[in-house]
């Protein structure tokens, strides 16, 4: 003797299927981002005098971000620090736009759309000054 079990799913058996195809929207999209960051930053690294390769190297990445926006690499232990983290992310983002001689409305959209604005940055016409201490 056997059993069949049948289950109605109702009106919920597309869901699934939506919440797939919207989960690959999503990391589609984040990739997207993400090849556009590292591009932004290939060319970020080149106008700095840095080897543009090492965008693609994480850690490694994040270090030479480090130095060419405050001059000194390891501070980006600091983020590795929960909370500080934040704080010092935003700080980066300042110091690089002055780096490059942008004001704070350009740190701004460093902090909130890093995707366009490393591009800016790094296909515009700025030029890499240094890191500004104040």
């Known amino acids: 003797m056997s059993f069949y079990y049948y289950t109605d799913f109702g009106d ?11 989960g690959f929207m999503f990391s589609l999209a984040a990739i997207i981002f993400g090849i556009l960051v590292i591009i932004g930053m290939w060319k970020v690294f080149t106008k700095a005098g840095e080897p543009g390769w090492m965008s693609l190297i994480p850690f490694l990445n994040t270090y030479k971000l480090y130095k060419i ?8 232990l600091l ?17 690089m736009a002055r780096a490059f001689g942008m004001g704070t409305g ?15 940055l790094g296909f515009g016409d700025s030029v890499y000054y240094g890191p500004v201490n104040n």
């Open 79 to 95: 983020g590795l620090i929960p909370i500080v983290n934040i704080v010092v992310y935003i700080m980066v983002s300042i110091k």
């Open 12 to 22: 919920f058996s597309g869901l699934g299927f939506l919440v797939g195809a919207l």
């Open 106 to 120: 350009f740190a701004v959209g460093l902090i909130l759309l890093p995707s366009i604005f490393y591009l800016i």
């Open 69 to 76: 926006a405050w001059g000194n690499g390891w501070l980006f």
